[in-house]
């Protein structure tokens, strides 16, 4: 097995210390950016992974498991879930301190990321922004500490892009609603305990808390996933479920609130994606030092060397891009166009490394041995869900030039 990441950026970052060397892994040292606490999370987060998660992700990822009850109060008791909320339980992190621990958890796998994110940035996030104080007071505390798994239900078998389009409908019955319809792609669907549901009302798209067992919901896992396969991902099925008028989130009206939610993850995600991309770099860059080929090591050949450097240059770059946007969260200036730039560039830069890092590894890239092509395969599923490359860019487009491409 590849050597751990934790413990060989360690000791690459001292050798070329003591050497007077930059960090072969952080050539510009974005990382002394950070705060101390900052930096504090990383390394708390960072040995999380180290000793809950990396060493199962290769059996997790072959076998298309992810064991969503054991690891979720684990990663309660860190204090990921939700961080970046007030009260309930949740810890109160900055806009970066959510960012850093973003990016050791997908350093790790994305799929490890999304949980985190699908809980605490959409599912709970959703309910303390637009919740009753009863809703929050039900499910806030129990999904921060992990006890509680929640999802997030917005993109439909035929509808992604276009959420305005969605056919999930919820009728009125008397006091109570009556939802009916589908979602697809979410993410913790079948082991979470509460959907946030949005649907079409005669009053807009309105949200909606379907708990765990109620009649009428089911959600089945999609099977043949080749990309975030340490991950659970459902379909959401709603066949006349009857629901309180209590079920409602109150101050969510129209698309706004979820596409609010949605910015949020994605938020989370500009963060990730550098995670895997420095750990893609950080395996072909000791791959490069020690496999030898006609008598040396093929990181002395300049080939090796130019898809290096431009490795480096890519994952320094997307580093001071989350830096920078989280930056202005926390100064409350990030705007959409913002995440979208983030997202767009993050992810695909991300992919190009994993990409190119799995050239360096030759054939052993290919396996679970090592993480390149299991970061590439789930970046695949990164770069489409919560706004596909094609979206992101039309945001830019407006934000440049003031005119909506989107019909």
Known sequence: MATAPAASAASAASASASAGRPDPLDLLGVDELLTEDER????????????????HLADWFEAGTFPVREIAPELGKLGVLGMHLDGYGCTGSTATEYGVACMELEAADSGLRSFVSVQGSLAMRSIHAF??????????PELAAGRAVGCFGLTEPEVGSDPAAMRTRARRDGGDWILDGAKMWITNGSVSDVAVVWAATEDGVRGFLVPRGAPGFTARDIPGKLSLRASVTSELAFDGVRLPAEAMLPAARGLRAPLSSLGEARYGILWGTVGAARDCYRAAVEYARDREQFGRPIGGFQLTQQKLVDMALELEKAYLVAVRIGRLKDEGRAQPAHISFGKLNNVRTALEIARTARTILGANGITTAYPVLRHANNLESVLTYEGTSEIHTLVLGEAITGESAYR
Request: charged share 40%; hydrophobic share 30%; no cysteine.
């Open 40 to 55: 504090l999370i990383r390394d708390t987060v960072r040995a999380f992974t180290e000793r809950h998660i990396r060493p």
């Open 131 to 140: 919740g009753s104080e009863e809703q929050k007071q039900r499910w806030l």
